[in-house]
């Protein structure tokens, strides 16, 4: 299983990018998935996650203003961000778990996430 999130770039504040995450080796509409966020000198962060029935789940730090979403016959996750602002600058990646589901409390975790592409930066200027 490979991921490939592509998508990244500069943009101003208050601008929009969106990310996508290509999945090879398996179908995308029968596994979480998730997008991670690892700014400079801090920890990766969880940004937002889809479940097997399209529930979506985001940090409070990008809730309305990010949108996660999949698109089965492409096999590919996005990851819409509009309203950006500089503090969202960092290394986003996108991830998958072996199994197909993830507890929903357990979503956040980076460690429930086996799979992971090799990210994809985002830098947003003031």
């Known amino acids: 299983v490979q991921l490939q999130a592509s998508g990244g770039g500069l943009v101003q504040a208050g601008g929009s990018l969106r990310l996508s995450c290509a999945v090879f080796?398996?179908?995308?509409?029968?596994?979480?998935m998730g997008w991670f966020r690892q700014a400079p000198g801090k920890e990766r962060e969880f940004v937002a996650a889809i479940n097997l029935s399209g529930n979506t789940f985001y940090a409070d730090s990008v809730k309305g203003r990010f949108t996660i979403s999949r698109d089965n016959a492409k096999n590919t996750g996005y990851l819409q961000m509009n309203s950006l602002k500089p503090e969202d600058t960092a290394v986003y990646y996108c991830?998958?778990?072996?199994?197909?589901?993830?507890?929903?409390?357990?979503?956040?975790?980076?460690?429930?996430?086996?799979?992971w592409g090799k990210g994809t930066l985002v830098t947003v200027s003031s």
């Open positions: 991830a998958a778990p072996i199994s197909m589901g993830i507890n929903y409390s357990d979503l956040e975790l980076k460690e429930e996430y086996d799979y």
């Open positions: 080796g398996r179908t995308v509409r029968n596994y979480v």
